[in-house]
């Protein structure tokens, strides 16, 4: 009997215990999914912590590029051409029907387009002169949205450097940078008008790379000289040309101007547009061609050398035991010309000018467009075998 009663009185204890247990857990759940769910219910704490978000997530894709983008992006435009070109009927090449027909020219205007960099906040645009050089009317497009009739201040065919005007104030412009510290490797970003894109959004179109190479020498096309130029990969395409390569910083470095083809679209005439390989003047020649097209309208090279030259090719290089067949030879020196006052005699090699080396007779033309009336030159020759730098004056004939 006594032992029925102590588990009866055990029993009773621990019931007693574990019901009291159960009301504290109870009653604490219950409190701490009150302030859970109190926390969560609180509009100022939601807003608070989805902005902290945001403000982690934007901060993270903001980057030098995109803060460049920003600020260079108002300074881009649209560019929009009609040009007046000449076509000659086929049958006036024919000397057979053109004496019937007579020799029958028709004028044609043709639309094109392009990009463009302001440069001043009074309205000065830069582009190619393949672009608008030859334009009887420009439109320019601003990112706001905003047209205006350009007018061409100045153009140089050979530079390829096109400087427009806009009758407008307080714009938004693009710095100039130096293209003579061009880190190989560095950002490069282009910025245009690819295929008239920019008329849909008022915006340009940017493509991002790096500084591929530098002091490219591609050579002469179309009577536009190309020479120090900067490689990129930044895509460029139809419709970029005239538009600014910038750096990481936003600094205007060269101008897009060329792309190259791959062999089948060369062979073919057709453009597959960027293939990685694009080519930009470098700014520090735009600024002097600016300069003198600001003053002038044009650029002056009346300068004669009296010279007469000719490409070295195998023939020759063995002729004269040479190393390699690059250069010209001099065949032939003008009485009290440049070259003749410079003690260029004919025979002589030229290797160099100044910092640029000579491939072919090409090269040597190209090479003294880069220069201007009253300029001295360094001409790097081979005389019997040895090496010799000449001083060339370049004096207007």
Same mark, same amino acid.
């Given at each position: 009997m006594?032992r029925?009663?102590?588990?009866l009185f055990?029993s009773?204890v621990?019931?007693?215990?574990a019901s *009291? *247990?159960?009301?504290?857990?109870?009653?604490?759940d219950s409190t701490s999914?009150n302030y859970?769910?109190?926390?969560?219910?609180q509009p100022?704490?939601n807003?608070?912590?989805r902005?902290?978000i945001?403000?982690?997530?934007?901060?993270?894709r903001?980057n030098?590029?995109?803060?460049t983008?920003?600020e260079?992006?108002?300074?881009i435009?649209?560019?929009n051409v009609?040009?007046?070109?000449q076509?000659?009927d086929?049958l006036?090449t024919d000397p057979?029907?053109r004496q019937f027909?007579? @020799?029958r *020219?028709?004028n044609?205007q043709?639309?094109?387009?392009?990009?463009?960099?302001?440069?001043t906040?009074?309205?000065?645009?830069?582009?190619?002169d393949?672009?608008a050089g030859?334009?009887?009317e +420009?439109?320019? +497009?601003?990112?706001?949205?905003?047209?205006y009739?350009?007018?061409?201040?100045?153009?140089d065919?050979?530079s390829?450097v096109?400087?427009l005007k806009?009758?407008?104030k307080?714009?938004?412009y693009?710095?100039f940078?130096n293209? @003579?510290?061009?880190i190989?490797?560095e950002?490069a970003?282009a910025?245009?008008n690819?295929?008239?894109l920019?008329?849909?959004?008022?915006k340009?179109?940017?493509t991002?790379g790096?500084i591929?190479s530098?002091?490219m020498?591609?050579g002469?096309?179309?009577d536009?000289?190309y020479?120090n130029?900067?490689q990129?990969d930044a895509a460029?395409?139809?419709?970029?040309?005239? %538009?600014?390569?910038v750096?990481?910083?936003?600094?205007?470095?060269?101008?897009?101007?060329?792309?190259l083809q791959?062999?089948d679209?060369?062979?073919? %005439?057709?453009?597959?547009?960027s293939?990685g390989?694009g080519?930009a003047?470098? *700014?520090?020649?735009i600024k002097?061609?600016?300069?003198?097209?600001k003053?002038? %309208?044009?650029?002056d090279?009346?300068?004669?050398t009296?010279?007469s030259?000719l490409t070295i090719?195998?023939s020759?290089?063995?002729t004269y035991n040479l190393k390699s067949?690059r250069?010209v030879?001099?065949?032939?020196?003008?009485?009290?010309?440049p070259?003749s006052?410079a003690?260029l005699l004919?025979e @002589?090699i030229?290797? %160099?000018?100044?910092d640029f080396k000579?491939?072919d007779?090409i090269?040597?033309?190209g090479?003294?467009?880069?220069?201007?009336?009253?300029?001295l030159?360094?001409?790097?020759?081979l005389?019997?075998g040895?090496?010799?730098?000449? +001083?060339m004056k370049?004096e207007?004939?």
């Amino acid at each position: 009997m006594n032992r029925f009663k102590h588990i009866l009185f055990s029993s009773a204890v621990t019931l007693i215990i574990a019901s *009291v *247990v159960f009301t504290i857990f109870i009653k604490n759940d219950s409190t701490s999914s009150n302030y859970l769910s109190s926390i969560l219910n609180q509009p100022s704490s939601n807003n608070l912590l989805r902005q902290q978000i945001n403000s982690t997530l934007d901060s993270e894709r903001q980057n030098i590029i995109t803060k460049t983008v920003a600020e260079v992006s108002p300074a881009i435009v649209g560019i929009n051409v009609t040009e007046l070109r000449q076509y000659r009927d086929p049958l006036s090449t024919d000397p057979f029907w053109r004496q019937f027909y007579g @020799d029958r *020219v028709y004028n044609q205007q043709v639309k094109s387009l392009g990009s463009g960099a302001i440069i001043t906040s009074d309205g000065y645009i830069l582009t190619n002169d393949h672009v608008a050089g030859a334009a009887i009317e +420009t439109i320019v +497009t601003l990112t706001d949205g905003r047209q205006y009739n350009a007018k061409v201040v100045g153009s140089d065919k050979i530079s390829d450097v096109c400087l427009l005007k806009i009758d407008a104030k307080d714009l938004p412009y693009i710095k100039f940078g130096n293209s @003579d510290n061009i880190i190989i490797g560095e950002w490069a970003i282009a910025l245009g008008n690819p295929f008239g894109l920019f008329d849909i959004n008022d915006k340009p179109t940017v493509t991002v790379g790096v500084i591929s190479s530098t002091g490219m020498n591609i050579g002469t096309m179309d009577d536009r000289t190309y020479l120090n130029m900067l490689q990129t990969d930044a895509a460029i395409n139809s419709g970029n040309s005239g %538009g600014p390569l910038v750096n990481a910083v936003g600094e205007f470095i060269g101008m897009n101007t060329l792309i190259l083809q791959s062999q089948d679209a060369q062979r073919y %005439g057709l453009n597959f547009g960027s293939i990685g390989v694009g080519f930009a003047i470098p *700014v520090n020649k735009i600024k002097k061609v600016v300069a003198e097209l600001k003053e002038k %309208g044009k650029v002056d090279r009346d300068f004669w050398t009296g010279l007469s030259i000719l490409t070295i090719n195998e023939s020759i290089a063995k002729t004269y035991n040479l190393k390699s067949s690059r250069g010209v030879v001099v065949t032939q020196v003008a009485k009290n010309s440049p070259a003749s006052k410079a003690g260029l005699l004919i025979e @002589d090699i030229i290797t %160099g000018i100044n910092d640029f080396k000579i491939n072919d007779d090409i090269t040597l033309i190209g090479i003294f467009q880069e220069y201007r009336t009253g300029d001295l030159v360094k001409i790097k020759i081979l005389r019997d075998g040895k090496e010799q730098v000449l +001083t060339m004056k370049l004096e207007r004939k």
